[in-house]
């Protein structure tokens, strides 16, 4: 960790106790709090306030007209997951295109949606963590899993509270605040793989104030490879103030040091079993600050304000050696044949702003109403360098300018969503989100700087209902306009034509329900876009691409079965993700949408007895096309198109605690060794390879 980053940590750890301290009720000793008195600290104490998205009403989550499922911490236990993608598995209608092992950059796509093409939003603790919403490519930081709790996904009419990407719906992590004391955590694995975390909590004597810091350092060869280096730091810590107010404090720092690349392996490799990274010399290198404040106002028992005032600022450095494509050619395209030649594509993003919530409990029309008011504003900017170098200096940032261009966009969201309780069992929730934004470029490269703008407002109106039929029976349903806009590529700069955002009309209908042993939620769904859009990259393509349809239906269920076993499983069916008939002449009219496959389906098998948890995961993935063309056969001059097969893997998971403060686990993933293709770009993506996890975790 660089001195900068360092101070900064430091910074925030005394902030964090600062204000413990502040509130008079916390001692050094509570630190070291003995078992017995940690849990009674920790059932007493508060929960550090932050914005949540499947429960944020004052009253229950069955009245939500929309898919809704949770990932917990129990199932964070289950799968002992690498990466924030193997949990996502576990909801359905969430494909995952695996590219890395600890999955560096994110590629994901919600019901038939292509992935990595984000049109769904990401938040943590209801903060947006995409680094480039308005202005760059939405995948360049992916969370850590260890610092999580869970996670929230939510689906339908209700997402209009969120956005913008509120297309896919609503995807929120939310993070942990350690418990009293002091934990440690060890793994090791297959490729070298090193992981240790430290989780320190401490809590008031009244459990009016609590604090935490969660760090972990991890290091990998990295499946063919494809190395990372990995730092990532949370320091969390909130007080209650009065009887009415809660405040709470949150600073991430991540970095990452991944040798990977666009590359991959060209069909003779892939077929010989090969195991080596393609672009050996080439890097992704990120690092990320991010500092939330959150306030929580319970002005009395039927008016509640919650607000967030969030900043982040991100790099993001690709250095990629250029390829002598002649050569390349003339070997046959066996292997890629670099020069001497490096170049930097480097971005750094920031961000600021702020989001309050309203929420409102009254008696309009002699009815029970619940009301959500809504106002978010944020900032952001990217600097986007293009910089060439050499092997001698492979990482120069000093070296020529091909590239030196600033763009930026303000955002400005109202919403506003009101629920009628008609009857005992009706609902309805109707809803409106308005979002502004204005986009600018400016090239630094001009003497004279012509700035390009763009500006837009969008009107997204929405209505759900919630039918319950019996304890174990509701139906559920909604229609709203859902939007996703263009980044600045596609809307500014003299090749481009100005275009409108991209927007969806979506209707799910739904049925879900449970009893003492089983739940169920099953939803059949609809993404009529009107117009997709280009997502940014200025001058390649038309930003204007055409209308496209999505429909299928998602369902999950999980059973509790007699000794210990349960079943917890999800299937998503996609018949149709194809492009319109207006679609440029390209030949895509009627075609399937890359990344969209017609089937996924997890399904685990788990056994608790004692202190013994074991899982059995399975993970089934259909064909999907790797680009719009639809061809059959990898494209042999590019490897970006072509049709990638069907693959299923097996995971086995198990856990044991010893005693109340120690506990061990492992895990081998893809217990079959399937060796299967993950993605095409530029080359094929190999799927990782049987793999083995095995750590240790000790609480004192």
């Given at each position: 960790m660089s001195i900068e980053s360092s101070t900064q940590s430091s910074l925030s750890l005394t902030i964090g106790f600062a204000l413990l301290l502040g509130s008079g009720t916390i001692q050094a000793s509570d630190v070291a709090q003995d078992a017995e008195d940690s849990v009674s600290a920790i059932t007493e104490s508060i929960d550090l306030p932050r914005i949540r998205v499947v429960a944020p009403t004052l009253t229950a989550l069955s009245a939500?007209?929309?898919a809704v499922y949770e990932v917990t911490q129990e199932d964070i236990e289950e799968v002992q997951p690498r990466s924030t993608e193997d949990l996502l598995r576990r909801v359905p209608g969430i494909y995952i295109k695996r590219e890395e092992d600890s999955a560096v950059v994110t590629n994901l796509g919600v019901r038939g949606l292509p992935a990595g093409d984000y049109k769904t939003l990401v938040l943590e603790d209801g903060v947006p963590i995409q680094p480039g919403i308005f202005v760059g490519n939405s995948r360049y930081y992916n969370p850590r899993v260890q610092r999580m709790e869970g996670a929230e996904v939510l689906k339908g009419a209700s997402s209009l509270r969120f956005g913008p990407n509120n297309i896919g719906g609503v995807i929120n992590f939310l993070t942990r605040t350690p418990d009293d004391g002091v934990a440690m955590t060890g793994r090791i694995g297959s490729w070298n793989t090193r992981e240790a975390s430290v989780d320190l909590g401490g809590s008031s004597a009244s459990g009016e104030a609590r604090f935490g810091v969660i760090a972990t350092r991890a290091?990998?060869?990295?499946?063919?490879?494809?190395?990372?280096?990995?730092?990532?730091?949370?320091?969390?810590?909130?007080?209650?103030?009065?009887d009415r107010h809660h405040v709470g404090v949150k600073f991430s720092y991540y970095d990452n040091e991944a040798n990977i690349s666009y590359r991959g392996s060209f069909p003779d490799a892939f077929d010989a079993g090969a195991t080596f990274n393609p672009a050996p010399d080439d890097f992704f290198l990120t690092d990320r600050r991010a500092f939330d404040v959150n306030h929580e106002w319970e002005i009395n028992r039927d008016l509640r304000l919650q607000t967030v005032v969030f900043w982040s600022e991100m790099s993001r450095d690709y250095w990629r050696f250029l390829v002598d494509g002649a050569t390349t050619n003339a070997d046959g395209l066996t292997v890629w044949n670099y020069t001497d030649t490096v170049q930097g594509n480097n971005r750094t993003f920031e961000r600021y702003g702020f989001d309050s919530r309203l929420l409102m409990n009254h008696e309009l029309f002699g009815m029970y109403n619940e009301a959500q008011f809504g106002l978010r504003y944020f900032e952001e900017e990217m600097l986007d360098n293009t910089i060439r170098a050499d092997r001698a200096t492979p990482r120069n940032p000093n070296g020529p300018l091909l590239r030196n261009r600033v763009d930026s966009a303000d955002s400005l969201a109202l919403f506003a969503q009101n629920r009628f309780d008609v009857t005992q069992s009706l609902t309805l929730t109707a809803g409106l989100r308005v979002e502004s934004y204005k986009q600018k470029r400016n090239d630094l490269r001009v003497e004279v700087d012509p700035v390009d703008t763009f500006s837009n407002t969008e009107w997204l109106p929405g209505i759900g209902a919630t039918y319950q039929v019996n304890p174990a029976l509701q139906f559920y349903g909604g229609v709203y306009i859902a939007f996703a806009p263009p980044l600045v590529g596609s809307v500014v700069g003299s090749d481009d034509v100005p275009t409108e955002a991209e927007k969806s009309t979506n209707v799910d209908l739904g049925v879900r329900g449970g009893g003492d042993s089983f739940s169920y939620e099953v939803t059949a769904f609809r993404m009529d876009f009107s117009n997709q859009v280009d997502p940014g990259i200025s001058g390649i393509r038309a930003p204007n691409e055409g209308s496209a349809l999505i429909q299928g239906a998602e369902a999950s269920v999980v059973f509790e079965l007699p000794h210990g076993f349960s079943i917890n499983g999800n299937v998503t069916w996609i018949p149709?993700?194809?492009?319109?008939?207006?679609?440029?002449?390209?030949?895509?009219?009627?075609?399937?949408?890359?990344?969209?496959?017609?089937?996924?389906?997890?399904?685990?098998?788990?056994?608790?007895?004692?202190?013994?948890?074991?899982?059995?995961?399975?993970n089934y993935t259909d064909e999907v096309f790797g680009d719009g063309m639809n061809r059959t056969e990898i494209d042999p001059l590019n490897h970006m198109g072509g049709l990638i097969p069907s693959y299923y893997t097996f995971d086995v998971t198990a856990s044991y605690d010893f005693n109340p403060g120690v506990s061990a686990f492992g895990s081998v993933k893809n217990l079959a060794d399937k060796r299967y293709i993950s993605g095409l770009r530029q080359g094929i993506y190999v799927g990782p390879e049987r793999q083995f996890d095995i750590g240790i975790r000790y609480r004192f």
């Amino acid at each position: 960790m660089s001195i900068e980053s360092s101070t900064q940590s430091s910074l925030s750890l005394t902030i964090g106790f600062a204000l413990l301290l502040g509130s008079g009720t916390i001692q050094a000793s509570d630190v070291a709090q003995d078992a017995e008195d940690s849990v009674s600290a920790i059932t007493e104490s508060i929960d550090l306030p932050r914005i949540r998205v499947v429960a944020p009403t004052l009253t229950a989550l069955s009245a939500t007209p929309g898919a809704v499922y949770e990932v917990t911490q129990e199932d964070i236990e289950e799968v002992q997951p690498r990466s924030t993608e193997d949990l996502l598995r576990r909801v359905p209608g969430i494909y995952i295109k695996r590219e890395e092992d600890s999955a560096v950059v994110t590629n994901l796509g919600v019901r038939g949606l292509p992935a990595g093409d984000y049109k769904t939003l990401v938040l943590e603790d209801g903060v947006p963590i995409q680094p480039g919403i308005f202005v760059g490519n939405s995948r360049y930081y992916n969370p850590r899993v260890q610092r999580m709790e869970g996670a929230e996904v939510l689906k339908g009419a209700s997402s209009l509270r969120f956005g913008p990407n509120n297309i896919g719906g609503v995807i929120n992590f939310l993070t942990r605040t350690p418990d009293d004391g002091v934990a440690m955590t060890g793994r090791i694995g297959s490729w070298n793989t090193r992981e240790a975390s430290v989780d320190l909590g401490g809590s008031s004597a009244s459990g009016e104030a609590r604090f935490g810091v969660i760090a972990t350092r991890a290091t990998s060869d990295g499946w063919n490879d494809k190395g990372w280096d990995m730092t990532d730091v949370m320091v969390k810590a909130g007080s209650q103030i009065g009887d009415r107010h809660h405040v709470g404090v949150k600073f991430s720092y991540y970095d990452n040091e991944a040798n990977i690349s666009y590359r991959g392996s060209f069909p003779d490799a892939f077929d010989a079993g090969a195991t080596f990274n393609p672009a050996p010399d080439d890097f992704f290198l990120t690092d990320r600050r991010a500092f939330d404040v959150n306030h929580e106002w319970e002005i009395n028992r039927d008016l509640r304000l919650q607000t967030v005032v969030f900043w982040s600022e991100m790099s993001r450095d690709y250095w990629r050696f250029l390829v002598d494509g002649a050569t390349t050619n003339a070997d046959g395209l066996t292997v890629w044949n670099y020069t001497d030649t490096v170049q930097g594509n480097n971005r750094t993003f920031e961000r600021y702003g702020f989001d309050s919530r309203l929420l409102m409990n009254h008696e309009l029309f002699g009815m029970y109403n619940e009301a959500q008011f809504g106002l978010r504003y944020f900032e952001e900017e990217m600097l986007d360098n293009t910089i060439r170098a050499d092997r001698a200096t492979p990482r120069n940032p000093n070296g020529p300018l091909l590239r030196n261009r600033v763009d930026s966009a303000d955002s400005l969201a109202l919403f506003a969503q009101n629920r009628f309780d008609v009857t005992q069992s009706l609902t309805l929730t109707a809803g409106l989100r308005v979002e502004s934004y204005k986009q600018k470029r400016n090239d630094l490269r001009v003497e004279v700087d012509p700035v390009d703008t763009f500006s837009n407002t969008e009107w997204l109106p929405g209505i759900g209902a919630t039918y319950q039929v019996n304890p174990a029976l509701q139906f559920y349903g909604g229609v709203y306009i859902a939007f996703a806009p263009p980044l600045v590529g596609s809307v500014v700069g003299s090749d481009d034509v100005p275009t409108e955002a991209e927007k969806s009309t979506n209707v799910d209908l739904g049925v879900r329900g449970g009893g003492d042993s089983f739940s169920y939620e099953v939803t059949a769904f609809r993404m009529d876009f009107s117009n997709q859009v280009d997502p940014g990259i200025s001058g390649i393509r038309a930003p204007n691409e055409g209308s496209a349809l999505i429909q299928g239906a998602e369902a999950s269920v999980v059973f509790e079965l007699p000794h210990g076993f349960s079943i917890n499983g999800n299937v998503t069916w996609i018949p149709t993700a194809e492009f319109g008939e207006d679609r440029p002449a390209d030949a895509l009219d009627g075609n399937r949408l890359p990344y969209s496959p017609e089937w996924t389906a997890n399904l685990t098998l788990s056994y608790r007895t004692g202190d013994l948890q074991t899982a059995l995961l399975f993970n089934y993935t259909d064909e999907v096309f790797g680009d719009g063309m639809n061809r059959t056969e990898i494209d042999p001059l590019n490897h970006m198109g072509g049709l990638i097969p069907s693959y299923y893997t097996f995971d086995v998971t198990a856990s044991y605690d010893f005693n109340p403060g120690v506990s061990a686990f492992g895990s081998v993933k893809n217990l079959a060794d399937k060796r299967y293709i993950s993605g095409l770009r530029q080359g094929i993506y190999v799927g990782p390879e049987r793999q083995f996890d095995i750590g240790i975790r000790y609480r004192f």
